[in-house]
């Protein structure tokens, strides 16, 4: 199977934004050890990976308002996305080495860093169609940062495409007004162009897609599935000129946002609450598509009771689960922390949480974004129960009269209360909450 070719809005495999390849060293972030939870294993596909790009044409550049002409201009808009894909096996090819920069603490430059992959680059499709997932990183991230559920992911069995934002600098706050705007339109606009033309290749299912967000992304994800944005909030007044009003409710433009064929969403320490109430009150109940919410309770970024809590409430009309790491904090969505980034708390802390080691949490998140899509994208009912968790705080599971071995994952039957597919003592520290969709 080829890889995407170039068409209006789809161009050619480009090697650039942050992708090299590279002798396999070090661990991969996406290859999870034996204290790891079931689902979060790799899967049966080798992985391949490409690098597009996407030509959005005519789009405001709200960096460029002019308040004196109340006018901002518009250009064509390049978005560079990388795709994950199961693959055919090419034993020996070298494997990817993903490159990327983050923001250093000011006056410092930015730190440059390496991950090491499992990938192949262009290495033939295996034939499908599967599922997309498009996934949305972190302010000032990049999708290098996470390989841990890209790679993963498309080993058993997604398309995985990740988009390349172009965030201004983290450590710029008075720009925050270009990821407010485009984080939903990137992609909305990504969902709908993929969906078409890696349908026409048969890479995909254009009906069974799915979004993963991650902080900032995690607001763009939970817009982009139909969350209305407020055009009373604090957040629509960061974007200047009344710019994304016509997205809010009420406004022309607000079904622009929204992406079709939508089976799952998942958003991990998502932007938007307080003090940005980028919904409302009323926004997130018009939400229907099934939702996990992955927070730490100790997130001082975004919060947790204003962000995946009130998210897990408000949203009365999905299916949802949350999934709450105890004693986390914000940092619960990249990979752990490469070499590059451990000279200065700063650069380790994007991606180390205080408490939580980085590859456990990846496990973890892996395992129940795994068991979520397979359900709610896959149809696979047996899912089910690695959701359908028996008692909400994982270290409340018991495991009596057992004489398996050491290792053994919880089948989370009978008398046995421990997470389905977790150790006996490693379902500790997490709670679990789910809900039903109360009737329209």
Known sequence: MRAPRRCAALAIPIALAGLATAAFAGAPPSVFGPDSPRLARLGPHAVGVETVEL???????????????????????????????????????PRAVYAAAFPSEPPATAAHFTVPGIAVRGAPF?????????????????????????????????????????????????????????????IAFAASTLERRLAAEHWIDPDRTALIGYSMGGYGVLTAAGAVLDPHSPLAKLVPGGLLLPYCRGGPLRHALKVAHLRAVVAISPAGGPPWNAWGRR??????????????????TVGYRRAGL?????????????????????????????????????NLSWFQDPVWDARRVNAINAHFITAFLDLYVKDETTRAAYLDVRVAHAGGGVWPHDHARFGAFSPGTGDITVWKGFQRSSAVGLTLRRARPDTP
């Open 55 to 93: 030509i959005e044409r005519d789009q405001t550049d709200v960096m460029e308002y002019d308040p004196a002409t109340h006018r901002a201009p518009e250009r064509d808009r390049a978005l560079v996305l990388d795709i994950w894909y199961p693959a055919l096996a090419r034993p020996g090819a």
């Open 126 to 186: 295996s034939g499908g169609p599967y599922p997309l997932v498009i996934v949305s990183h972190g302010y000032s991230n990049s999708p290098a940062a996470m390989t841990w559920i890209t790679e993963n992911l498309a080993s058993k069995g997604y398309v995985v495409a990740a988009i390349h934002h172009r965030d201004p600098p983290l450590t710029e706050p008075s720009k925050v007004a270009e990821p407010i705007l485009r984080r939903p339109l990137d």
């Open 310 to 346: 009130r998210i897990f409430d408000d949203a009365i009309h999905a299916p949802r689960y949350l999934l709450t790491f105890e004693e986390a904090g914000h940092d619960i969505g990249l990979d752990p922390a490469p070499a590059q980034m451990r000279g200065s708390l700063w």
């Open 283 to 300: 926004g997130l109940a018009a939400l229907r598509t099934p939702l996990l919410l992955i927070n730490g309770n100790r997130d001082r």
